[in-house]
């Protein structure tokens, strides 16, 4: 049996459903300009839940373009956590 477009009596996707889109999310975060592989997907229930640390905001930004475009209709928490990268505004002493 294909379970594919089936939908639950709530209107959303069956579980296996969302997993396949996880995955296909997971492949385009670590492919392409992107090549972002600090950052995770896990299905939590009927959400899903972004975890991680990417190098910029831009970065960041453009992986929740892409949750967008592949989990339409599916809740997503974000958790990404943006890593300081500038230089330092002063020297450092040593004593």
Known sequence: MNSHGE???SGTPPAGGLEYRVAHLRDRLAAGDLAELGARAEVRGQAVLLTGTVPSAHCRDEILRLAGEELAGVEVHCDLVV????SPDHAEELT
């Open 7 to 9: 939908q639950h009596a």
């Open 83 to 86: 890593a300081e990268a500038s």
